[in-house]
């Protein structure tokens, strides 16, 4: 199992992505919401690699903890 955090940013998502393509179902992305994102930002980035790329993702709140 290899674990890549993800931002939703350009070089965290293509790191992703080309990971997955090679190890396939082994990656799991995590995406940290710190309490900085843009408005709905982590929402839009679950539903991206979720929905439309179908990737393992585990979101973690931790807006509250700052």
Same mark, same amino acid.
């Given at each position: %199992? ?7 940013? @350009? ?7 080309? @990971?997955? !393509?090679?190890?396939?179902? $082994? ?9 900085? %994102?843009? !408005? $709905? ?5 679950? =539903? *991206? ?6 990737? $393992? *993702?585990?979101?973690? $709140?931790?807006? =509250? *903890?700052?």
């Amino acid at each position: %199992m290899l674990y890549v955090l993800l931002s939703g940013g @350009v070089d965290s998502s293509v790191a992703a992505l080309l @990971v997955s !393509k090679a190890i396939g179902e $082994n990656l799991t992305c995590i995406h940290i919401d710190n309490g900085l %994102m843009r !408005k $709905n930002e982590s929402r839009k980035v679950i =539903e *991206l690699f979720e929905k439309y790329y179908k990737l $393992n *993702l585990i979101f973690v $709140n931790a807006s =509250e *903890l700052l």
